[in-house]
């Protein structure tokens, strides 16, 4: 079964950092692409980052130059450190998995299978 475990979230004062953690478990994060999540208050979820199977990031404009994703795939973690908040990231922040298939040896790109239960992260003047 797979499980995705945030943590690290908390408040801050703008412009500070924090360092949020994915464990993962039941699932191997270097077969597919992991992700970053957000949900803003009053507004949908949005894609923060993108680890893609082969180790590359990517990231939307707004956290570009101030976040940094990575994962460490022997202890099966990922990561994303977040700098220079902005009272505007105060979201809560989601760890999200594409779906392995097991039988076909392949990942379901861009599906989002697996979430996990969310981390909270409010930045403050």
């Known amino acids: 079964q797979v499980h995705l475990e945030e943590s690290g979230g908390g408040s801050v004062q703008a412009g500070g950092s924090l360092r949020l953690s994915c464990r993962v478990s039941?699932?191997?994060?270097?077969?597919?692409?992991v992700y970053w999540y957000r949900q803003i208050p009053g507004k949908e979820r949005e894609l923060v980052s993108t680890?893609?199977?082969?180790?590359?990031?990517t990231y939307k404009d707004f956290v570009q130059g101030r976040f940094t994703a990575s994962r460490d795939n022997v202890a099966n973690m990922v990561y994303l450190q977040m700098n220079t908040l902005k009272i505007e990231d105060t979201a809560v922040y989601y760890c999200?998995?594409?779906?392995?298939?097991?039988?076909?040896?392949?990942?379901?790109?861009?599906?989002?299978?697996?979430w996990g239960q969310g981390t909270l992260v409010t930045v403050s003047s």
């Open positions: 999200v998995a594409d779906k392995w298939n097991s039988f076909f040896g392949s990942c379901s790109t861009g599906t989002g299978a697996y």
């Open positions: 039941g699932y191997i994060i270097s077969r597919c692409n």
């Open positions: 680890i893609m199977n082969d180790g590359a990031t």
